[in-house]
């Protein structure tokens, strides 16, 4: 006699990662957690430990713990979109680097007898945590809310960076992957050129923007409705009051910190888009972004200290999309491990080259239409690569055709 | 005055309300949006993408 075994009834969906989140709000902590310790014990050990942590220590986790394929059902995304909880946590990381920020900047003006390469270690690991607070900055200036894209700027304004989000939003997702973006970089372009690039033009894209939607209000360019304007009023007292109660012994310490916090943000930029460009239609217009315009990161471990940042292809291909619901794709440019290691590769040009032209070539199959390419090295990366000129047709892909492939992936 | 869809976020430019934060007017009319007018939301979609309402039967975004 068989007995009929009854269907399982089906499980509601439930997000593993749900509180795994919380990781990204308590890693920024890192930071100040060196300079506390060190205060309570009087070991320099805790000034390194969490810099190491943050860029070997990630990295490590990534190669332990792999990558995460696993995708919310679509069904689901409604929901987990419409979640507070996850906005919520988004909003708790601001008072974390704020407070980060002040004890780590008051620490070093306070303690002179720091020996110059400690000091460093602090002023270093307080421009990661920046990073951290550009990242979130990404997060909330997608929102469409006031106070999201108010979050959005007290937070980037924090390392005098609050003209991100509208570099951001209207300039780089809007030409990405182009040669006219200045944030996204060119094969055979080290990290250090494309600073040059990155850096100045993407305020004065964000100031042209800002001073073009000005003039249609018939306002002048220095406006308080200019967003930039409103970010150099939080960041101007700021870094004045700083100075003006600490003294001159301040100034190296916020100009060092300041930069490495947007350096973090130009390195993320770099490894982003690396040599991947969409290619011109008949029309004059690029064709739309898809996942493959971008690198993408499936490591778990990183991917939880930065709100799916690394979930990139899907970020672009659909910008409005919140961290929690960002999905994979199968056949996607695929980084090797997340961006904390792909940052110290990129420190090292000659490591960088030898870690990603092969894996750009192959993620383009060997098709040269499809790499955006640094002028002046195309024919010597071509030869070197074995890259042709195939010239393969453009598919313009609708909406709905990518719909249909993106449901593709989610049963995949 | 009609209203206009962005196809991937779901953005609505609505002539009779046009857009304060951008600099439209109330009653600007889609057709004269700039050229390079493109979605103040998600920016990945530009003019010739907008979608008219009267158009599609559904207005939700396939994102």
Redesign the interface.
Same mark, same amino acid.
Request: glycine share 6%.
């Given at each position: 006699m068989t007995a009929t075994i009854p269907a399982p009834a089906e499980t509601p969906y439930r997000d593993r990662k749900r509180y795994a989140w919380l990781l990204s709000v308590i890693a920024p902590l890192g930071a100040p957690a060196g300079p506390f310790l060190y205060m309570q014990t009087g070991d320099t050990f805790w000034l390194w430990v969490f810099l190491v942590g943050f860029y070997l220590g990630t990295t490590a986790l990534d190669l332990l713990f792999g990558e995460d394929l696993s995708n919310p059902p679509e069904s689901e995304v409604p929901r987990l979109e419409a979640d507070q909880y996850y906005r919520y946590i988004t909003w708790a990381v601001v008072p974390v680097l704020w407070f980060g920020f002040l004890y780590n900047v008051i620490f070093l003006a306070t303690h002179p007898e720091l020996a110059w390469y400690h000091w460093l270690a602090v002023a270093t690991v307080t421009g990661s945590m920046l990073g951290f607070g550009l990242n979130l900055g990404h997060e909330l200036g997608h929102k469409k809310s006031w106070i999201d894209r108010k979050f959005a700027l007290f937070t980037l304004s924090l390392g005098f960076y609050g003209h991100f989000a509208v570099e951001h939003n209207r300039g780089h997702h809007r030409h990405v992957a182009t040669p006219e973006d200045p944030a996204s970089s060119r094969m055979g372009e080290n990290i250090y050129r494309f600073a040059t690039r990155e850096l100045p033009g993407g305020f004065f894209r964000a100031w042209d923007l800002e001073s073009e939607r000005m003039e249609r209000l018939g306002k002048s360019d220095w406006s308080l409705d200019n967003e930039i304007i409103q970010g150099w009023l939080i960041s101007v007292p700021l870094y004045a009051g700083l100075v003006a109660y600490y003294g001159s012994v301040m100034v190296p310490i916020l100009l060092f910190i300041a930069f490495w916090g947007m350096f973090q943000l130009t390195s993320a930029n770099y490894i982003e888009h690396y040599g991947l460009v969409r290619r011109k239609l008949a029309n004059g217009r690029y064709e739309q972004c898809q996942p493959h315009h971008s690198w993408n990161s499936n490591h778990i471990a990183s991917n939880l200290v930065v709100f799916h940042l690394q979930r990139h292809s899907d970020h672009h291909a659909h910008p409005t999309r919140a961290y929690q619901s960002l999905r994979d794709f199968p056949e996607l440019p695929r980084l090797p491990v997340g961006y904390f290691g792909m940052f110290m590769a990129a420190y090292v040009p000659p490591l960088w080259f030898s870690l990603m032209n092969h894996r750009l070539v192959e993620a383009v199959g060997g098709d040269a239409s499809r790499i955006n390419f640094e002028p002046a090295k195309k024919a010597r990366l071509m030869k070197r690569y074995g890259i042709r000129d195939v010239a393969s047709p453009v598919a313009n892909t609708t909406t709905r055709e990518r719909a249909a492939v993106e449901q593709a992936a989610e049963g995949a | 005055m009609s209203r206009y869809q962005c196809?991937?976020?779901g953005f609505v430019y609505d002539e009779k309300t046009g857009d304060a =934060?951008?600099? =439209?007017p109330p009653g600007t009319r889609f057709a004269d949006l700039p050229d390079d007018y493109?979605c *103040? #939301?998600?920016?990945?979609? #530009?003019k *010739?993408d907008f979608v008219k309402l009267d158009d599609v039967d559904a207005p939700a975004s396939?994102?």
């Open positions: - | 196809p991937e976020c =934060y951008q600099g =439209y493109n *103040p #939301d998600c920016s990945v979609r #530009d *010739p396939p994102r």
